[in-house]
């Protein structure tokens, strides 16, 4: 497929036709039904006039057409065509005057006709507009719209002047500038008068002034508030009706001051500015200036705001009266601002204190992206001549009336698509209870203190009944005969008779077990007494109070009948080994290690002999820094599985660690031979024999690990094959010299790969063939290994200088070396995208072994041509992190954000900084950022939780809807119960109390020892009147020890509203 931008530079121009059909309602200045003809102009250029009508019944058919050609060279075409309109004026010709040859005309109005539909991709589109009448003309402007004067034009080109391709690759910018308040009191409206004029600075590649000015201010007087709706103007100057120059369907509305960018916005600000819009003088030009962006625009603007701060922008004001006489020129006043592109800056001599434009959400109703209105306070006034920029070194002497009056002028940028691609999410807006999975219902249990009381009663029956049956079998033939004797000794006799009876043959005691477990859901139902007692005489009371309840109970019920049923069967847990690692991990990213650790525990539990449950479980006690649990771990999984090689290779370093050494190498040399195609392995024992001062190995180890990337690489070559010169990639201006020529001919890039690309690490793999001239022999293969050799000791003196030997008893920070200069050599060689450290260095950072990180990370800046690449930066940062070394990691990810500010990992790392620093408003600004991203961060369920977490706190009805996307976005990518709990807390908190249950239902199965889930159960069966539900998931609150005091506050509150909800009331 051909390059779209290439595509348009090499068209030919396009005829673009206007044809205007019909006028309706045209009135004369003398007569209903006048003579007229309608004269068509573009870019100051006249294209034609029509024929000359009579208006017919309040219409005229002109049907007059012409056209202009719209070139592509430079694009300046297609960008005149988005912001400079067809001027359309209708012109009356007036009846011939006695003695008069010429014909006298007036213009009776003006048609404004907007372009920019051609450039959206249509080929033809009809449209009615309204004349607007010139002042004093009898097209009156207020009047009905089916008596307004209209004329209907119809526009078209041959073919589309953008195709599908080319409209993807473009985007269209719009800026508007709106005002300029509290001026100072020097600018009035008598004296001399001025043209106020506003520049602003576009970088844009197509254009050699990459200015854009905006003309025409005009200056108002105190007590002219500016209305909520306004229209915004062309940016031409040759519309003479004034209802013409405003651009149709398009308006500046008055945007609150807290959601704009800028300065000016926060609380203390808006007294000041309500005072100066209302008040103080102004100049306004509410003038709208569209400029179409092709790729390379769009690439230099992006540029230009990763790389520069500011975006200048200027104001000035022009006498509008004659040169003075001499030949000198009008006084020109300038006032210049750089505008900050990216972030707060803090002020200084003749610039703004707090500047700041920031890329906003896209508009629904618009489906653009919008640069927030910002406010630029003027604060530098250079008077001088033109347009030049301002010279250095002249004193402001009059800069000082603009601080004093604080003015201040209100930018609005804004594009059609953002600059950078944002996610594209599936609809989240279905019923939650469609993304659960069905699964079999639990059998429903009914209980609370009611039904204990009950079950209470029941058995007292059942115990009842055996004892008169028993009674009856030992007494009754006597009572139906009449000689059982009612005497009190021969009742109590009896009695006795009766106990003894019971007691020999067990079902005294067979009555207490049955009543046992009554009375014990009396306790923890009615009761909620679940713990032991510490103090005797609180249990002495307690069992008092019991005992007269039990008894006043047993009374109660003498008489009722009641059948136990068996207790239900518990249905198996319904988790994989896959969910309770997820759930682990959550764990560990949240610092909940206790929980972390039962997960684990529990894969253990279903299956020891899976080297993956002992691995990971290792894993977690190195972050807990205790090694010598991950040592027992990792060489468990190794017993379960001779061949596991991330067992071997951990076993490995914690050998080493352990200064076991001949160990360590028995484990590395047993990763290598079970899998000799693994790249992990052959690097980490690379690693090894560095430590070990054994230089000859490492750089074999290290050479086998670059063929073995090398030959998984050149599968996936296809159209990336490319055959490249090493001395025009690597930009080398003169020859080598004739005595390094003989030493560079034993090199072979073979053995010594080169990685360029830097800009990015989601660039695709390169690979460049390597000439059959160039591959060497082994007498030069081994001249190589001892050049190599050397460079590795001087790498090794480069490491020993900056960290210690690695020991349990010695740990001491491992620190990067300072990037080192590396000679590029002039061969053809085999360039990668991928290099073997920084995978090694990832996979150590994934399982917490951070010891040889930093010797991984060494090996990439001494290996690495051309500047270090933004994943070395972000992965380095992420060590610091990992450390704790949180400014160094700042450092890390500033360096990384000048190479490569679209990078996920980079925004993620900035969040997680600013979310350990408590700096919660930085931290949502930064994770929203790395959800926009296609492409995912390292760690993205780390950052739906925290950011979903902020979110919440927030406690506004925006804020619990941003919750609730973000949890439901992490529920479908990896659901857990907090992602779940979420989801319910903010549905709760919308009062959708249906979906609330649902997600808190879901939660409360993956986990249900989580005191929250049970009491936001308890806030939703309160809300929806379910009083034994409420009890029971307020008992398992209670009983889980619920910590969130408002929660808890929330749930005693509801419940003394409602009057039911807690068992002992």
Request: charge should be negative; hydrophobic fraction near 35%; charged fraction near 25%.
């Amino acid at each position: 497929m051909e390059n779209p931008e290439v595509e348009i530079k090499g068209r030919n121009a396009v005829s673009v036709q206007i044809t205007v059909l019909r006028g309706r309602n045209l009135k004369g200045t003398k007569t209903d039904n006048p003579m007229s003809y309608v004269r068509a102009d573009y870019n100051s250029i006249h294209l034609g006039d029509s024929g000359k009508l009579q208006v017919t019944e309040g219409e005229i058919e002109y049907n007059f057409t012409t056209s202009f050609d719209c070139s592509f060279d430079g694009i300046q075409g297609l960008d005149n065509l988005v912001h400079k309109p067809v001027i359309l004026t209708v012109i009356e010709i007036l009846p011939k005057e006695k003695k008069k040859k010429d014909e006298k005309t007036i213009i009776l109005g003006q048609v404004t006709v907007d372009l920019l539909p051609l450039a959206e991709g249509l080929c033809t589109y009809t449209k009615t507009l309204t004349v607007h009448p010139m002042g004093g003309v009898v097209l009156e402007p207020i009047v009905a719209d089916e008596t307004k004067a209209t004329l209907d034009i119809a526009l078209s080109v041959p073919e589309p002047l953008l195709s599908e391709a080319q409209l993807e690759v473009s985007n269209l910018m719009r800026i508007t500038v709106e005002s300029a308040y509290s001026v100072p009191d020097s600018w009035n409206l008598t004296g001399p008068q001025f043209n106020y004029i506003v520049s602003v600075f576009l970088p844009d590649s197509t254009q050699k002034d990459p200015r854009i000015v905006f003309s025409n201010g005009i200056l108002k007087v105190t007590g002219e508030k500016e209305p909520n709706i306004r229209p915004k103007r062309w940016p031409v100057s040759n519309v003479a009706a004034f209802g013409a120059q405003n651009i149709v369907d398009s308006f500046i509305e008055i945007c609150p001051y807290e959601d704009e960018d800028g300065e000016l916005n926060s609380k203390e600000d808006w007294a000041f500015r309500t005072e100066a819009e209302s008040e103080k003088k102004r100049v306004t030009w509410n003038i709208e200036r569209r400029c179409f962006l092709e790729s390379d625009a769009l690439l230099s603007l992006q540029k230009h705001i990763a790389e520069n701060t500011y975006l200048p922008v200027e104001i000035k004001r022009v006498p509008l009266a004659p040169p003075a006489k001499g030949g000198k020129s009008s006084k020109v006043d300038k006032t210049k601002h750089k505008k900050s592109l990216t972030r707060d800056t803090s002020g200084g001599k003749g610039q703004s204190q707090h500047s700041r434009i920031v890329v906003n959400r896209s508009k629904e109703d618009k489906g653009r992206d919008t640069m927030r209105k910002s406010l630029v306070n003027v604060k530098s006034f250079i008077t001088e001549h033109g347009l030049e920029t301002e010279v250095t070194g002249i004193v402001n002497i009059e800069g000082d009336q603009y601080t004093e009056a604080k003015s201040y002028i209100v930018l609005e940028f804004s594009l059609d698509k953002p600059l950078v691609q944002r996610r594209l999410r599936e609809d989240l807006s279905k019923k939650i209870s469609e993304m659960i999975p069905p699964r079999p219902l639990f059998p429903r249990r009914t209980s609370g203190a009611d039904k204990a009381v009950t079950d209470y009663h029941n058995q007292i029956i059942s115990v009842a009944r055996i004892i008169m049956d028993e009674y009856q079998d030992m007494f009754g033939r006597k009572l139906i005969e009449g000689k059982l004797s009612h005497d009190y000794q021969d009742q109590e006799e009896r009695k006795h008779k009766l106990i003894f009876e019971l007691n020999t043959s067990g079902k005294y005691f067979a009555f207490k077990e049955q009543l046992k477990h009554a009375v014990v859901k009396i306790v923890r139902e009615k009761y909620m007494q679940t713990m032991a007692f510490e103090d005797k005489e609180q249990l002495h009371t307690f069992l008092n109070e019991l005992y007269i309840y039990l008894i006043d109970q047993m009374h109660c019920c003498l008489h009722k009948m009641f059948h136990v049923d068996p207790p239900d069967p518990i249905p198996e847990s319904f988790l994989s080994s896959a969910q309770l690692k997820h759930f682990a991990k959550e764990a560990e990213a949240n610092r909940n290690f206790e929980i972390a650790n039962k997960y684990h525990l529990e894969r253990l539990a279903r299956d020891k002999l899976n080297p993956e449950h002992w691995f990971d479980y290792g894993t977690f006690y190195l972050l807990l820094n205790d090694y010598v649990k991950a040592d027992e771990c990792f060489r468990e999984a190794v017993a379960v599985n001779q061949e596991h090689i991330n067992g071997l290779i951990l076993c490995g370093i914690l050998a080493c660690m352990n200064e076991h050494y001949e160990e360590a190498d028995n484990f590395f040399e047993s990763a290598r031979c079970f899998e000799p195609n693994n790249v992990l392995a052959w690097t980490m024992h690379g690693l090894f024999y560095e430590s070990q001062d054994q230089t000859i190995l490492a750089e074999m180890a290290f050479l086998e690990a670059k063929k073995l990337i090398t030959s998984t690489e050149t599968p996936k070559r296809s159209q990336d094959e490319v055959i490249v010169n090493t001395a025009k990639e690597t930009k080398v201006p003169e020859p080598e010299p004739e005595d390094d020529k003989k030493d560079s001919q034993a090199v072979t890039e073979e053995i010594k790969p080169v990685v360029p690309d830097t800009g990015s690490i989601l660039s695709a793999s390169t690979v460049v063939e390597v000439p059959p001239e160039t591959v060497p022999d082994s007498e030069s293969t081994f001249s190589q290994i001892r050049k190599t050799s050397f460079e590795i000791v001087e790498a090794k003196k480069v490491i020993d200088a900056v960290e210690s030997p690695i020991s349990p008893k010695q740990q001491e920070e491992p620190v990067v070396p300072v990037p080192k200069t590396v000679q590029p050599r002039k061969e053809t060689t085999t360039v990668l995208t991928r290099s073997i450290y920084m995978q090694t260095a990832r996979f150590l950072l994934d399982v917490n072994a951070l010891q040889f990180v930093s010797r991984a990370l060494a090996h990439e800046v001494i290996c690495t041509e051309g500047g270090l690449s933004c994943e070395y930066h972000v992965v380095l940062a992420r060590l610091y992190v990992q450390q704790g070394e949180l400014g160094k990691a700042e450092e890390c990810i500033s360096e990384a954000g000048r190479i490569n500010h679209q990078n996920p990992d980079l925004w993620a790392l900035l969040g997680h900084l600013s979310y350990l620093k408590e700096d919660y408003a930085e931290a949502k600004e930064h994770y929203a950022r790395t959800l926009c991203y296609v492409n995912d961060a390292f760690d993205m369920h780390c950052i739906c939780l925290r950011l979903g977490s902020i979110y919440l706190q927030e406690g506004e009805e925006e804020s619990y809807k941003s919750a609730k996307s973000v949890y439901l976005f992490a529920s479908e990518r990896a659901p857990s119960c907090l992602t779940w709990l979420g989801v319910g807390i903010a549905c709760y908190k919308l009062d959708e109390l249906r979906d609330a249950e649902d997600a808190l239902c879901e939660a409360n199965i993956l986990n249900n020892s989580n005191a929250d889930v049970w009491g936001y159960l308890t806030l939703v069966c309160l809300k929806t009147g379910r009083k034994l539900e409420a009890e029971q998931t307020y008992k398992y609150a209670i009983k889980l020890h619920l910590e969130d005091k408002q929660l808890l506050d929330e749930i005693h509150q509801l419940q003394q509203t409602l009057g039911f909800g807690n068992p002992s009331f």
